[in-house]
T-cell receptor, first 115, second 116 residues
Framework: EPEVTQTPSHQVTQMGQEVILRCVPI?????FYWYRQILGQKVEFLVS????????KSEIFDDQFSVERPDGSNFTLKIRSTKLEDSAMYFC?????????????FGDGTRLSIL | AQSVTQLGSHVSVSEGALVLLRCNYS??????LFWYVQYPNQGLQLLLK??????LVKGINGFEAEFKKSETSFHLTKPSAHMSDAAEYFC??????????????FGTGTQLKVEL
């Protein structure tokens, strides 16, 4: 079964540094998402992306965050200047056919640790 | 706006016993409802989904859930727990595709422990 893959599995970064989290969604999917899960808390929506633009974003997704689909396969989340509170597990997800309301498929996540 | 409440952050059952994980939702539009499971150090795996076709939904690994509009509930059940079911379970709600995606709103999760 096709999978969403995320790299790296664990990223350690100094506060104030830029970090890029990478995702390869399922190949025929059209909708892409990022979520995060701070340790011990629930999974929170960050942003959705469709047709090469952001379709919805949460209050968490401020100017420090950006997303990009630089080619036909990768989907990236960039945090420009990391803060301690950005430490979390970040999940990428993708979904396919809108008409069938296909569910989102999640990657295994990237654990981001800010020092 | 959508929200989900999962009652019980930790549930413990004996192997072979009934599993019941509770989820109540709030939605301003007809909801789409999902249960996901998360094993340690892994991502979220879809167990089952409700998309208005049938109120009783069967999923993978013997789980099922029933949509009850009058109770705004979507509880997850399994007749007989197995040790391999130990994991964290998340209920999620969506308003369906609105424009460019179907954002999921998650509950706080229920950690299921299965004892011998």
């Amino acid at each position: 079964e096709p999978e969403v893959t995320q790299t790296p599995s664990h990223q350690v970064t100094q506060m104030g540094q830029e970090v890029i989290l990478r995702c390869v969604p399922i190949s025929n999917h059209l909708y892409f998402y990022w979520y995060r899960q701070i340790l011990g808390q629930k999974v929170e929506f960050l942003v959705s992306f469709y047709n090469n633009e952001i379709s919805e974003k949460s209050e968490i997704f401020d100017d420090q965050f950006s997303v990009e689909r630089p080619d036909g396969s990768n989907f990236t989340l960039k945090i420009r200047s990391t803060k301690l509170e950005d430490s979390a597990m970040y999940f990428c997800a993708s979904s396919g056919n809108r008409v069938e309301n296909q569910p989102q498929h999640f990657g295994d996540g990237t654990r981001l640790s800010i020092l | 706006a959508q929200s989900v409440t999962q009652l019980g952050s930790h549930v413990s059952v004996s192997e072979g016993a009934l599993v019941l994980l509770r989820c109540n939702y709030s939605s301003s539009v007809p909801p789409y409802l999902f249960w996901y499971v998360q094993y340690p150090n892994q991502g979220l795996q879809l167990l089952l989904k409700y998309t208005s076709a049938a109120t009783l939904v069967k999923g993978i690994n013997g789980f099922e859930a029933e949509f009850k509009k009058s109770e705004t509930s979507f509880h997850l059940t399994k007749p007989s727990a197995h040790m391999s079911d130990a994991a964290e379970y998340f209920c999620a709600v969506s308003a369906g595709f609105t424009g460019g995606g179907n954002k999921l709103t998650f509950g706080t999760g229920t950690q299921l422990k299965v004892e011998l």
